[in-house]
């Protein structure tokens, strides 16, 4: 399986995939690409807002590549519920002041995803 597999949901269960999204959990600076929250690795709770996921920054839903590591980036569970399939048009920081507290971990509540 490569990159220019035609798109259906079967990547996300291959060895590609697990392979890819191990990796880019462990180069991964440790905060969310979309909020600027810090990520928390033990979270294993598979709904639980703040587990760490693997997210497309171009979505493959749109032509982004599946297993690039320059298209990966890790985000909480709920920033990516957030995103969806949508554009994210630059990375969002987390400054003070632009943030929400979310069980003591900051997330910015002023994204406009549209």
Known sequence: MNDSVVFTQSWRKSP????A????KRLSDGYCYLCGGQLDFTIR??????KVEVD?????SR?????DQG???CVHNRCN????SKLVGQKVLNNVGLGAVF????VNSGIDWS
């Open 16 to 19: 590609e995939w697990r392979r």
């Open 63 to 67: 032509g982004g590549a599946l297993f």
């Open 81 to 84: 519920k957030v995103k969806g």
């Open 45 to 50: 709770e598979r709904s639980h807002p703040f």
């Open 71 to 73: 298209n990966l980036a």
């Open 56 to 60: 497309h920054v171009l979505p493959a």
């Open 103 to 106: 069980g003591g971990q900051v």
């Open 21 to 24: 999204s191990s990796l880019a």
